[in-house]
């Protein structure tokens, strides 16, 4: 199991490494078929409007910064973008072998 948890662990490192560097091509090949996103604005939906809503035509991020992840729990994240703010988010992703099968994300506090 210690090798699952290492390959997801890395995975969802390697998933927010890719949204900084706008690699969607890399991510498409994350998620499963019919993965899911839900948040507060988008319930439940598929990959397709994912990468339509979820994926900034313009850099607006920094960095992403994990400052908690359990692989058998929640993950969560602060992100700073651009002009200085920063928020953190609880992200629960749902693994299916090696794929990200779904994401939902809860929103924290601006910091």
């Known amino acids: ?7 997801r662990e890395q995975t969802v490192r390697d998933l927010y490494a890719a949204y900084l560097d706008d690699r969607k091509d890399v991510v498409g090949a994350m998620l499963t078929e019919d993965f899911t996103f839900s948040s507060p604005r988008d319930d439940h ?11 900034p035509k313009e850099p607006v991020f920094r960095g992403f910064y994990i400052e908690f992840l359990a692989i058998d729990g929640d993950e969560a994240a ?12 609880i992200e ?4 299916r072998d ?3 099968a779904s994401v939902e ?7």
């Not at 939906?45 to 994926?55: L, Q, S």
């Not at 629960?92 to 693994?95: D, E, T, W």
């Open 98 to 100: 090696d794929k990200i």
């Open 105 to 111: 994300v809860y929103f924290g506090r601006n910091l």
């Open 78 to 89: 602060r992100a700073e973008k651009l002009d200085g703010t920063s928020f953190r988010n």
């Open 45 to 55: 939906i598929d990959r397709a409007v994912y990468f339509e809503r979820c994926w």
């Open 92 to 95: 629960s992703f749902r693994f």
């Open 1 to 7: 199991m210690s090798d699952m948890r290492t390959t």
